[in-house]
């Protein structure tokens, strides 16, 4: 599954061929919160799903970033704590925050597809 899955609290997910999930925050929360000044990336351990697992300041806020499912954060994007600019560079891409080993990798299914995370966004929008 290439394809990105979402949370509501605007992470992105991506199932890669290893198994290993990716997550980062999306275009929109990145956005939201202006210029990311400073990261803090999880440690390698378990969580259980919601809870704070990375923490990022921007110029307007701060801002946690949660553990969208069960697992095992195995690999994090340490990158971020010297260059925090990637998240508003590369949301998607060089912008990632860790890489965690699903207790169950078929949960990610269960969460939102672009389209549902579109509509979400359009719903807040208009609150």
Known sequence: MSELRFTVDHEWLRL?????????????????LGDVVFVQV????????????????????ASSVYMPLDGEVV???????????LINEDALGEGWFFRFQPTDASAVAQLLDQDAYDRLIKANAEA
């Open 16 to 32: 890669e061929a290893d198994g290993l999930i990716t997550v980062g925050i999306t275009a929109f929360a990145q956005q939201a």
């Open 42 to 61: 999880p440690e390698l351990r378990a969580f259980g799903a919601g809870d704070e697992v990375a923490v990022l300041e921007s110029v307007k806020a």
């Open 75 to 85: 690999e994090v994007n340490s990158t971020l704590e010297s260059s925090p600019e």
